[in-house]
């Protein structure tokens, strides 16, 4: 079965440093893999998604992620944080067989300082 | 405005009493999913539906149920609520022609405490 390991609960950074919040996952087939984040009080959004075409994603705010299959990771970066980067990210996985099942990380919140 | 609502987003209820989380999305989905989202342990799926009639059970099934009587609507129901059910619950949607690899859209999530 397929699962994610978010490295870190909390992530902080000071604003207009990198951000890097580390994915990796275990899938016994190519698996396609997401980023959503969670802002207070909201539900979540899709940040961006890897589904086999290029391995560099670009997604919203800034975001991008790269699929690196010899490390299985899906590390998500950006740049410069900003003040309103601060939320929780989720990492996500689902192997392409069977629509339902899209398996959530437990979570990284990033608190940004200014 | 595309959206999915849940009602109510906050609640405070006693253990036994039951409740139903309801949930409508206006963007004519088929696949529809409840979410327990817990400290610690991120997202668990409870129920989800493909379509109208068709739900099966996630990761969290028990102590919950859901019906699909109509393709927008999808409530979540606590019949015999007990505090282990304290959580955060959101419900998302998509269409299912997007398959795994669509986006889900989710609402902005329901706060149940049970004493």
């Known amino acids: 079965a397929q699962s994610v390991t978010q490295l870190g609960s909390h992530v902080s950074v000071s604003e207009g440093a990198l951000v890097l919040l580390r994915c990796n996952y275990s899938?016994?087939?190519?698996?396609?893999l997401f980023w959503y984040v969670q802002y207070p009080n909201q539900g979540l959004q899709l940040l961006l998604k890897?589904?086999?075409?290029?391995?560099l994603v670009k997604g919203i705010n800034g975001f991008e992620a790269e699929f690196k299959k010899s490390e299985t990771s899906f590390h998500l970066t950006k740049p410069s944080a900003h003040m309103s980067d601060a939320a929780e990210y989720f990492c996500?996985?689902?192997?392409?067989?069977?629509?339902?099942?899209?398996?959530f990380g437990t979570g990284t919140r990033l608190l940004v300082s200014p | 405005e595309a959206q999915v609502t849940q009602n109510p987003r906050y609640l405070i209820t006693v253990t036994g009493k039951k409740l139903t989380v309801t949930c409508s999305q206006n963007?004519?989905?088929?696949?529809m999913s409840w979410y327990r989202q817990d400290p610690g342990l991120g997202l668990r799926q409870i129920y989800y539906?493909?379509?109208?009639?068709?739900?099966d059970k996630g990761d969290v099934p028990e102590g919950y149920k859901v019906s699909r009587k109509e393709k927008r609507n999808f409530p979540l129901i606590l019949e015999s609520p007990s505090p282990n059910q304290t959580s955060l619950y959101f419900c998302?949607?998509?269409?299912?022609?997007?398959?795994?690899?669509?986006?889900?859209?989710f609402g902005e999530g329901s706060r149940l405490t049970v004493l």
């Open positions: 890897y589904t086999s075409a290029a391995t």
């Open positions: 963007m004519n989905h088929e696949y």
């Open positions: 998302a949607s998509s269409f299912l022609a997007g398959g795994p690899h669509g986006e889900l859209f």
């Open positions: 899938s016994s087939v190519p698996p396609y």
């Open positions: 539906s493909m379509n109208v009639e068709v739900t």
């Open positions: 996500a996985v689902s192997e392409g067989t069977g629509f339902q099942k899209l398996v």
